[in-house]
């Protein structure tokens, strides 16, 4: 489910599903208690119904005035739920009745109470009850809890559909100005944590890495005109050059997880490190080069100022203790793209890859073989070129 649906509508469908059942819990509730209500209602009617006749008519049934007991029949009659009042003999037959006038109604409920007078039964009340009113009056409280609850649930649904379709924009736009990508992953989150995986550590990682030691991936990039733009450029001109390289490369770093180190007169230096070495760290490191290279070029662009770059990316495991071991490792990297740079003209990017060739990494990019282990980037797939052009606009967005 995750990533079939996206966020604009699992969090709707997730509040109304709430909604649904909040409706149906209350429903049931609601229900059973104003069915007692109204059975209640109905019974304390019909016993002050009876209690009220049973007192008007004791006397007159004493002394056997029939006409008082019609006008109590009456009077008790008068009360719109009631419809009838009879009085009916020990056999069972009727002696006189009070009724509203209209159809016999269709929820008629008879309630009856033997009188005795002298403890001697002399005849039976019967009175007819219209419970409909009365259920209706409680139906009603339903009804103004379903108004209630639609308006609600058209509130609650509305305001998280707009939620979540604001939030799954923005969880996209996010995640397009990551590297990665791939299958189509329609789950705004789940294509946030794919995108952001390879670029985080866990601690677990990081305590056995300190061990066995890191994945370093140094990436050189070589000025081979830099002495030329010593004596093109005036001093502040050149400050001012530096400092913007020095800018873009610090946010591109923050884009990749990078960190800059220090290198020779004319070469710029950062490494990416991983726990292990794979395809998806190397890709990593040349999304983060080429973003790297086009960025520079806007900036050489924009200053009017010609920049010759090669980048040259070499990898290896280096050891974290003792320091001596990856002072060493680090220098040998340092070395080893300083050669290749020396052998490679300006704006191109080489790899240096020991664990795969060329079809190997032919899965991540195009590349053209320049020497043993050595591959020269033509280009990225057509999903992930897009990709990379959206980030470097936006960076160049931030940077110039």
């Given amino acids: 489910m995750h990533r079939q649906y996206s966020m604009a509508v699992k969090l709707p469908a997730a509040v109304l599903s709430l909604c649904l059942l909040l409706l149906f819990v209350s429903w049931?509730?609601?229900?059973?208690?104003?069915?007692?209500?109204?059975s209640k209602a109905i019974n304390d009617k019909s016993l002050g119904a009876l209690n009220q006749l049973d007192q008007l008519i004791r006397a007159p049934l004493f002394n056997n005035d029939r006409i008082s007991v019609q006008v109590a029949l009456t009077k008790v009659a008068d009360d719109p739920a009631i419809f009838s009042a009879s009085l009916f003999d020990v056999d069972n037959q009727l002696i006189t009745q009070s009724r509203q006038t209209g159809q016999l109604g269709a929820n008629l409920e008879r309630f009856s109470r033997d009188i005795e007078v002298e403890d001697t039964l002399v005849g039976?009340?019967?009175?007819?009850?219209?419970?409909q009113p009365i259920y209706a009056q409680y139906r009603q409280v339903l009804i103004n809890w379903m108004v209630i609850w639609?308006?609600?649930?058209?509130?609650?649904?509305?305001?998280?559909?707009?939620?979540?379709?604001?939030?799954?924009?923005r969880l996209r736009l996010l995640s397009n100005r990551l590297p990665g990508g791939g299958d189509k992953?329609?789950?705004?989150?789940?294509?946030?944590?794919?995108?952001?995986?390879?670029?985080?550590?866990?601690?677990g990682q990081i305590d056995e890495a300190s061990n066995t030691g890191y994945y370093y991936s140094l990436v050189t990039a070589s000025i081979k005109n830099?002495?030329?733009?010593?004596?093109?450029?005036?001093?502040?001109?050149?400050?001012?050059?530096?400092?913007?390289i020095d800018y873009c490369t610090a946010r591109t770093l923050e884009l990749y997880g990078g960190k800059r180190i220090?290198?020779?007169?004319?070469?710029?230096?950062?490494?990416?490190r991983s726990t292990q070495s794979s395809k998806q760290h190397l890709l990593i490191c040349l999304m983060a080069v080429y973003s790297l290279q086009q960025l520079l070029e806007k900036l050489s662009a924009n200053l009017g100022v010609d920049l010759e770059i090669n980048w040259t990316l070499c990898s290896g495991n280096l050891s974290q203790l003792p320091l001596f071991r990856y002072d060493e490792g680090m220098a040998a990297l340092k070395h080893q793209c300083a050669?290749?740079?020396?052998?490679?003209?300006?704006?191109?990017?080489?790899?240096?890859?020991?664990?795969?060739?060329?079809?190997?990494?032919?899965?991540?990019?195009?590349?053209?073989?320049f020497d043993d282990h050595c591959f020269i980037l033509q280009g990225f797939p057509e999903g992930r070129q897009s990709l990379l052009e959206k980030q470097v606009l936006h960076l160049a967005n931030v940077c110039l």
């Fill in 339 to 369: 050669e290749l740079a020396a052998r490679i003209q300006e704006g191109i990017i080489v790899l240096h890859s020991t664990e795969y060739d060329i079809e190997a990494l032919s899965s991540i990019a195009r590349f053209l073989v």
């Fill in 262 to 272: 220090e290198g020779t007169d004319g070469t710029l230096c950062f490494y990416i």
């Fill in 185 to 203: 992953i329609i789950d705004e989150l789940t294509d946030l944590e794919v995108r952001v995986q390879p670029l985080l550590s866990n601690s």
């Fill in 226 to 244: 830099r002495q030329r733009l010593n004596t093109q450029l005036n001093r502040e001109s050149l400050e001012l050059l530096f400092e913007k």
């Fill in 124 to 131: 039976t009340l019967v009175i007819a009850l219209n419970s």
């Fill in 150 to 169: 639609l308006l609600f649930t058209a509130g609650c649904t509305y305001a998280s559909y707009r939620f979540s379709e604001q939030l799954s924009r």
């Fill in 28 to 38: 049931v509730v609601l229900t059973h208690q104003t069915n007692q209500l109204a």
